[in-house]
């Protein structure tokens, strides 16, 4: 189980309101969780605190019998068992798809291994700029779940591809999903999506967990 309370303020910016995110909630081991909400609610806030690359004010984040942050810790990324995919693929472009699924673990026989799983096993050579946006986002998966993460988080990841490639991508995200078992956190704007993967919805609202369906 995965839990935590996380209170981090935003200030605003010209193009972008301040708010509050303060939300409290578990995650039960192996569930698949989406996360619903308008642009400023506070999704994106609320993956990068739990993986670390933004740190809350206050609270506490505890995955299993390990602790992430509290008052006096804040583990970085590195040091959590946090696999995260974003929007933007976040590729190293001057890797290929093997080595930037390697670079999660350091161990290319093992990113072969999740290449494959992926169905990307004949695209390990190549670099970003020579792959589509939906085999990007599958060396992205790759490089996420090669470090065999308690926790997977989702940003967006599948908004940057046409509907065919989001079809068949989010058949994937649900095969290794329960192949793997790993406790997943989506954050998407596609109800459709939630519908298929989610097994549970939490909606947020300026900050703050407003519905969990």
């Not at 190293?92 to 990307?120: I, K, Q």
Request: net charge positive; charged share 25%.
């Amino acid at each position: 189980m995965t839990e935590f309370y996380l209170r981090k303020h935003r200030r605003a910016t010209p193009h972008y309101p301040g708010f509050t995110l303060e939300v409290e909630f578990a995650l039960m081991g192996g569930s698949f969780t989406g996360v619903l909400g308008p642009s400023g609610s506070g999704k994106t806030t609320l993956l990068r605190c739990l993986a670390g690359l933004e740190q809350a004010d206050e609270g506490f984040l505890r995955c299993g019998d390990e602790k992430w942050f509290d008052s006096s810790l804040h583990r970085p990324p590195q040091k959590r068992s946090v696999g995260m995919v974003f929007q933007d693929y976040a590729l190293f472009p001057h890797l290929s798809a093997l080595d930037n699924t390697a670079y999660a673990t350091g161990d290319r026989r093992d990113a072969a291994g999740w290449l494959e799983r992926v169905g990307l096993s004949k695209y390990a050579g190549q670099k970003p700029h020579e792959l589509s946006g939906g085999q990007k986002q599958r060396v992205a998966l790759a490089r996420a779940l090669a470090r065999r993460p308690k926790l997977l988080l989702l940003d967006e990841p599948l908004s940057a591809v046409d509907e065919d490639m989001r079809t068949d991508l989010a058949k994937l995200l649900a095969k290794i999903q329960r192949e793997t078992g790993v406790t997943t956190l989506l954050v998407t704007h596609s109800k459709a999506e939630m519908a298929s993967l989610c097994s549970e919805v939490l909606e947020l609202k300026d900050g703050k967990l407003v519905n969990r369906r």
